[in-house]
């Protein structure tokens, strides 16, 4: 009588590890031996083995796929960047700094709503620019925006309402994403948050390479404009 046991198909199993080159010899036995494929049919070695190459094949160009549209995605965001960061150092003076700012955001990033806040400056804003930057008193912050400030990273994705409340305000309803990072050179000038309708535009996956990048070369800029504003106790953010 045959013996099935486990121990015995454990040997046999170890056997074919050690030797691979077992059946080159013996291709009959290829032939005989048959295995169940996804149908319940009944298919030989080499016809599961081409299948299982098949299926390797297919995951294989998927995520090659996959590395090739994160590839150009990034090569998008790397060209938007750099045409941002070409106009924020082009930019003369505070107000052509902020309208470059919202324009490249609004036009290349496609970002529905911006919002920059500076702390502790008395900064003139125009009245057009006035429901996207705000001046500050950074000890006066909501617990929401010292709770995304606490690691002083940039962070993306979906947030609590009630940080979306503080960063958009009045606007805060329609957003469904956003990307945030703290401005700092220095010392700290403030934050730049940018939101989306789209829950998927800023995808926490994304992560924060380019937005934190956005953030160092504008709080340099930020740091040589603003430097002709007295540094002062700006209103309390309740109170804007």
Do not use: W
């Not at 099935?4 to 036995?29: G, I, K, T, W």
């Not at 540094?231 to 309390?236: D, E, G, T, Y």
């Amino acid at each position: 009588m045959t013996d099935h046991s486990p121990a015995n198909a454990d040997q046999v199993a170890a056997y074919l590890r050690d030797n691979p080159e077992f059946f080159e010899q013996r291709p009959e036995l290829l032939e005989l031996l048959r295995l169940p494929d996804s149908k319940g049919e009944a298919v030989s070695l080499l016809e599961r083995q081409a299948s299982i190459l098949r299926e390797r094949n297919t995951e294989l160009r998927d995520r090659l796929n996959g590395l090739l549209d994160v590839a150009r995605e990034n090569d998008h965001l790397f060209d938007k960047t750099r045409r941002l960061t070409l106009a924020l150092l082009e930019a003369r003076g505070a107000e052509k700094l902020f309208r470059n700012l919202l324009t490249s955001l609004g036009d290349d990033f496609r970002c529905d709503r911006v919002s920059l806040m500076l702390y502790d400056r008395e900064v003139p804003i125009l009245g057009d620019l006035r429901n996207q930057i705000r001046c500050v008193d950074s000890n006066a912050l909501p617990q929401a925006l010292n709770h995304l400030l606490r690691n002083g990273k940039a962070v993306c994705g979906a947030m609590r309402q009630e940080e979306m409340d503080a960063l958009f305000k009045e606007h805060a309803t329609d957003i469904r994403s956003a990307a945030m990072v703290p401005l700092e050179y220095q010392g700290r000038l403030g934050l730049l948050a940018i939101g989306s309708k789209s829950a998927m535009h800023f995808r926490s996956s994304l992560g924060t390479l380019f937005i934190t990048h956005i953030g160092q070369v504008l709080s340099r800029r930020l740091h040589e404009v603003l430097r002709q504003y007295p540094h002062q106790a700006a209103k309390k953010i309740s109170e804007q």
